[in-house]
């Protein structure tokens, strides 16, 4: 659903801005880039800006006009800082629109199209739109970087797809801040008792204290990484212990 959602950059200035809407889109999971008539590309700036995203930037499509990098469309929004007296219906809230575009993602492709950094897009640009969207700011300065725009609406528009049931969308956490395994805790507190025993913490067995410690333990949910560390932690202490403790 995501490859069907294409962003369109119209006659691009900066070539810097190029890599960082690529940027942009990457992380929110978009990889059709098409550029129509940018003053420079390609160009190192681009790619330097990417920052993780050379991928997109080297496979962007660089088109002539933006009806030909909207041939095949089905829905097309256009983004626009501002109200024009076009009869184009308009979201006002973002994701409204993400909602909206994803839908119609699930089979045919869409576009967001974004203007030029100074003017934005044309009211001839804005007529090959079906839509037009703009992004809530503060009404005394409300100017967003292309970059940027691109960025807060991708943001909406991945939020709208991974809502979606059928996305299967499951965020993925590093293998040490994943919560430790029954085993690993059993583990963790088989130690703990075995310090506090030898140490002298414990003369004689206490299930109170202990039960009191793995409650503790249970409300501060230690991540894989923090659990390590507590057991490296008695480890050392094991080693000072006197030798008779042992």
Avoid at 57 to 68: D, H, I, K, M, Q
Wanted: charged fraction near 25%; charge should be negative; include cysteine.
């Amino acid at each position: 659903m995501l490859s069907n959602i294409r962003i369109v950059l119209v006659q691009t200035y900066h070539p810097g801005n190029i890599g960082a809407s690529a940027r942009a889109m990457k992380t929110m999971g978009l990889d059709d880039l098409v550029l129509v008539n940018p003053r420079q590309f390609p160009d190192p700036e681009a790619t330097r800006l990417a920052a993780g995203a050379e991928d997109l930037v080297e496979n962007a499509r660089v088109v002539g006009s933006l009806g030909e990098a909207l041939s095949d469309c089905m829905q097309v929004v256009g983004a626009s800082a501002r109200l024009r007296s076009l009869p184009l219906p308009h979201f006002d809230e973002p994701d409204a629109m993400a909602r909206e575009l994803v839908e119609h993602a699930a089979t045919d492709p869409v576009a967001l199209v974004f203007g030029r950094e100074r003017s934005g897009l044309t009211n001839d640009e804005i007529r090959l739109c079906s839509h037009q969207v703009s992004i809530p700011a503060n009404p005394e300065y409300g100017i967003l970087n292309l970059s940027q725009a691109v960025q807060v609406l991708a943001y909406e528009v991945f939020k709208a797809w991974r809502q979606r049931p059928e996305s299967g969308y499951r965020p993925q956490r590093p293998e040490e801040e994943r919560a430790p395994s029954r085993d690993q805790l059993g583990h963790f507190h088989d130690h703990l008792s075995r310090v506090m025993r030898e140490s002298g913490f414990l003369t004689q067995p206490h299930a109170r204290t202990e039960a009191q410690l793995q409650a503790l333990f249970a409300r501060a949910q230690p991540s894989r990484k923090e659990l390590s560390l507590l057991r490296g932690l008695l480890a050392s202490l094991e080693v000072h212990l006197p030798e008779e403790g042992k």
